[in-house]
Structures are given as structure tokens and as C-alpha cells.
T-cell receptor
Framework: GQNIDQPTEMTATEGAIVQINCTYQ??????LFWYQQHAGEAPTFLSY??LDGLEEKGRFSSFLSRSKGYSYLLLKELQMKDSASYLC??????????WGAGTKLIIKP | DAMVIQNPRYQVTQFGKPVTLSCSQT?????MYWYQQKSSQAPKLLFH???????NEADTPDNFQSRRPNTSFCFLDIRSPGLGDAAMYLC?????????????FGPGTRLTVL
């Protein structure tokens, strides 16, 4: 079967750094996406990795290791508005996105 | 601005009373998706259209149906909503998933079943 695993919930302090991990087992691989979803809202695109390595975009970075079936999202200089769920999604061999349940990130002052 | 629009944002219906949710897009994307998402769960794919080709996920209940009359519009029909169908329904689009499958989401319709 296909599976995406992420921690259910994480807590971090404003101004700090947090790393959200994602491991996956899918039939095929056609890229890995990270989305941010605020409570009651739709997911919005954050990052995309298809090759191994680190992709940096402002305060957010995403890393991929295809051989390990592993990715992480790194958030720096945390702000209160970063409180949200972060969903990992992997493109499978049918070009569909397989979604994780998301990691709820709680930012404390 | 190009976007994905969903109406209504909030829908309340009674147990067993049919309901239709709508989605439109100005992105001119080939593919449209309907997802169901319950609290703290992953989005669950119900249907997708690649142009006019309809694709039904194997575990989508028969109670759910979909129509895509043209490139811009897509509808989700729930024939006899049950309490378990209360959820957020998300419409998404992508241009060409075989090249790059970033999906663009509408704001969602939150369905309440009384």
C-alpha cells in the first residue's frame, strides 16, 4: 500500500526553528510537495522537490532523500502566523498526489 | 487574478436531502479534482477529470457523483447525505500532472448535515 507518515502535532517558540519530517512509501515517485493549511482553509503550496537535496525559499526550506523515502520542511524565524497544519504529498506512478494527514504546528510566544 | 472558486463556502443540508457543490476555475487547467477532508485527516480524493475523461476512485461511495460540463466548471452531487458526509469539500486543479503536479485549491465548501 501507499503511505505517508508525519508527526501529528509539534510545538515551537516564536523566533525559533522547527523541522517537520515526512516519510513515504509510494508506488513510483513523481515529486514531493509541501502545503500549508490554516484551520478551516484550503491548502496552499509551499515547496516542491523532485531531486535529492535542499530547496530554499525565504524562511522555508525543504529537503528530499529519495533513497530513504524521506523529506523535511524547515521553518526558520517562526512567526505566530506560521501556526497551521503542514501537509506532505507525494506524486505516485499514476501522477496522483498521495497526501499525509498533516502536522499541526503550534507556535507559542 | 486567475483562481479556483467554490460555492457555497458553507452548506447546511438535512439528512438524505440532495446537495450540489460547485467549482469553477479561471486557470484553464486540464485537470480538476474533488477531495473530501475531515478534521485532522488527509484530503481524500473522490474524483478527478483529465479534460473530459472522468476518473472515479475505487472507494468513492456511489452516493457521490460528479459532472464537468466544460473546462471551467465542475460539480459534486451528494445524492443522499449522511451524517458521515459532513466534511470540507475541496476542489483543486492542475495543468498537466505528468509534467508537474502542483495542485491549486479553491477555498473549500464546509458541509454540515443535520
Amino acid at each position: 500500500g501507499q503511505n505517508i507518515d508525519q508527526p501529528t502535532e509539534m510545538t515551537a517558540t516564536e523566533g525559533a526553528i522547527v523541522q517537520i519530517n515526512c516519510t513515504y512509501q509510494t508506488s513510483g515517485f513523481n515529486g514531493l510537495f509541501w502545503y500549508q493549511q490554516h484551520a478551516g482553509e484550503a491548502p496552499t503550496f509551499l515547496s516542491y522537490n523532485v531531486l535529492d537535496g535542499l530547496e530554499e525559499k525565504g524562511r522555508f526550506s525543504s529537503f528530499l532523500s529519495r533513497s530513504k523515502g524521506y523529506s523535511y520542511l524547515l521553518l526558520k524565524e517562526l512567526q505566530m502566523k506560521d501556526s497551521a497544519s503542514y501537509l506532505c504529498a507525494v506524486g505516485d506512478s499514476n501522477y496522483q498526489l498521495i497526501w499525509g494527514a498533516g502536522t499541526k504546528l503550534i507556535i507559542k510566544p | 487574478d486567475a483562481m479556483v472558486i467554490q460555492n457555497p463556502r458553507y452548506q447546511v443540508t438535512q439528512f438524505g436531502k440532495p446537495v450540489t457543490l460547485s467549482c469553477s476555475q479561471t486557470l484553464n487547467h486540464n485537470v480538476m479534482y474533488w477531495y473530501q477532508q475531515k478534521s485532522s485527516q488527509a484530503p481524500k480524493l473522490l474524483f478527478h477529470y483529465y479534460d473530459k475523461d472522468f476518473n472515479n476512485e475505487a472507494d468513492t461511495p456511489d452516493n457521490f457523483q460528479s459532472r464537468r460540463p466544460n473546462t471551467s466548471f465542475c460539480f459534486l452531487d451528494i445524492r443522499s447525505p449522511g451524517l458521515g458526509d459532513a466534511a470540507m469539500y475541496l476542489c483543486a486543479t492542475s495543468r498537466d500532472p505528468e509534467l508537474y503536479n502542483e495542485q491549486f485549491f479553491g477555498p473549500g465548501t464546509r458541509l454540515t448535515v443535520l
